[in-house]
T-cell receptor, first 112, second 114 residues
Framework: DQQVKQNSPSLSVQEGRISILNCDYT??????FLWYKKYPAEGPTFLIS?????DKNEDGRFTVFLNKSAKHLSLHIVPSQPGDSAVYFC???????????FGTGTRLKVLA | GAGVSQSPSNKVTEKGKDVELRCDPI?????LYWYRQSLGQGLEFLIY????????KSGLPSDRFSAERTGGSVSTLTIQRTQQEDSAVYLC????????????FGPGTRLLVL
């Protein structure tokens, strides 16, 4: 049973436009969410996080939105750059645990 | 400072053989995790070590999988009698053992079982 779902395996966006990556979860006990970015042959690197007490967190070109009632979060990248082309994973954890549950990833391709 | 390192970067083995994968965490990180990423799948949690506490082995897929962490630092993941379905990228991560702390990943070991 997939507790964290990324239903879009891939996404293509023109350079300069907005990229929106989506993530849905089923466990209402999740209270902390993260996005990781992964380039080929490298490990995932942390991008941005959000706690369930917030509905938005922004860091430069990256913004994560959390809709707790819909159990949905999204990552917005604006403006998108070719270097953003990578696989993006969302992850979630329950309060008081150190274990993260990861989604299956979305491959983003930013076209120059 | 150095990040998380893993060795070997690639491993090809024959079905039925045992393999050992190594992880060197970031110095000072007391928490260490192993994940597996099979083709087309997300990161699957395998095992978690925190200091001297008993590890959380809840993600190990079978008793052919085991892991140890010696001296609170280096960790070895051992897969006995490998099967073709064990083929995957095995990722190690470490973190400060604080609530909701960022995990830092190594580059992974790509295992292929023929």
């Amino acid at each position: 049973d997939q507790q964290v779902k990324q239903n879009s395996p891939s996404l293509s966006v023109q350079e300069g436009r907005i990229s929106i990556l989506n993530c849905d979860y089923t466990n209402s006990m999740f209270d902390y969410f993260l996005w990781y970015k992964k380039y080929p042959a490298e490990g995932p690197t942390f991008l941005i996080s959000i706690s369930s007490i917030k509905d938005k967190n922004e860091d430069g070109r990256f913004t994560v939105f959390l809709n707790k009632s819909a159990k949905h979060l999204s990552l917005h990248i604006v403006p998108s750059q070719p270097g953003d082309s990578a696989v993006y994973f969302c992850a979630a954890s329950e309060a008081g645990t150190y274990k993260y549950i990861f989604g299956t990833g979305t491959r983003l391709k930013v076209l120059a | 400072g150095a990040g998380v390192s893993q060795s070997p970067s690639n491993k090809v083995t024959e079905k039925g053989k045992d393999v050992e994968l190594r992880c060197d965490p970031i110095s000072g990180h007391t928490a260490l995790y192993w994940y597996r990423q099979s083709l087309g799948q997300g990161l699957e949690f395998l095992i978690y070590f925190q200091g001297n506490s008993a590890p959380d082995k809840s993600g190990l897929p079978s008793d052919r999988f085991s892991a140890e962490r010696t001296g609170g630092s280096v960790s070895t993941l051992t897969i006995q009698r490998t099967q073709q379905e064990d083929s995957a990228v095995y990722l190690c991560a470490s973190s400060l053992a604080l609530y909701q702390e960022t995990q830092y990943f190594g580059p992974g070991t790509r295992l292929l079982v023929l």
